[in-house]
T-cell receptor, first 114, second 113 residues
Framework: EPEVTQTPSHQVTQMGQEVILRCVPI?????FYWYRQILGQKVEFLVS????????KSEIFDDQFSVERPDGSNFTLKIRSTKLEDSAMYFC????????????FGDGTRLSIL | KQEVTQIPAALSVPEGENLVLNCSFT??????LQWFRQDPGKGLTSLLL?????REQTSGRLNASLDKSSGRSTLYIAASQPGDSATYLC????????????FGKGTKLTVNP
């Protein structure tokens, strides 16, 4: 069964450094999402992406964050200058048609900021 | 703003028992509701999706119901097994946005052999 893949599985970065999290969504899917889960807390929405542009972003997704679909297969989340509070599990998800189809999640990238 | 609540936060049952997990949401204008399973340190596995026009969905030993007007969903697990031990998350896709999911905090289920 097709799946969403995320790399790396664990990223350790010094505070203030830039980090790029990578995702390969399911190939025929059109809607892409990033979520994050701080340890012990709810999974929170960050951003949705459709037709090569952001369709919605949360208040968490400030100017330090950006997303890109650089080619037909990858979907990336960049954090420009990481803070300690960015430490979390970051999940990528994709969906075939948006609201009427399930979102499929990757295994996540655990980001640790030192 | 959509809020999702799951009760109980944790549940421990003996193997073989049938059990019900509860989820409630504040805004009934939803596209769908999805139940996920999360194992420790792992991603989210989609279990069932119920469209807003549906009342229930079944997959194997799992049955999920939806009462949109009252803002409630239940996940019924029949004949529980130790391999069912995990955290179960409920999430709703609210209309009027990008179909983003709003999650509950989850119910941590332990099935004891």
């Amino acid at each position: 069964e097709p799946e969403v893949t995320q790399t790396p599985s664990h990223q350790v970065t010094q505070m203030g450094q830039e980090v790029i999290l990578r995702c390969v969504p399911i190939s025929n899917h059109l809607y892409f999402y990033w979520y994050r889960q701080i340890l012990g807390q709810k999974v929170e929405f960050l951003v949705s992406f459709y037709n090569n542009e952001i369709s919605e972003k949360s208040e968490i997704f400030d100017d330090q964050f950006s997303v890109e679909r650089p080619d037909g297969s990858n979907f990336t989340l960049k954090i420009r200058s990481t803070k300690l509070e960015d430490s979390a599990m970051y999940f990528c998800a994709s969906s075939e048609t948006g609201g009427y189809q399930p979102q499929h999640f990757g295994d996540g990238t655990r980001l640790s900021i030192l | 703003k959509q809020e999702v609540t799951q009760i109980p936060a944790a549940l421990s049952v003996p193997e073989g028992e049938n059990l019900v997990l509860n989820c409630s949401f504040t805004d009934s204008a939803i596209y769908n509701l999805q139940w996920f399973r999360q194992d420790p340190g792992k991603g989210l596995t989609s279990l069932l999706l119920i469209q807003s026009s549906q009342r229930e969905q079944t997959s194997g030993r799992l049955n999920a119901s939806l009462d949109k007007s009252s803002g409630r969903s239940t996940l019924y697990i029949a004949a529980s097994q130790p391999g069912d031990s995990a955290t179960y998350l409920c999430a709703v896709a609210t209309q009027g946005g990008s179909e983003k999911l709003v999650f509950g905090k989850g119910t941590k289920l332990t099935v004891n052999p």
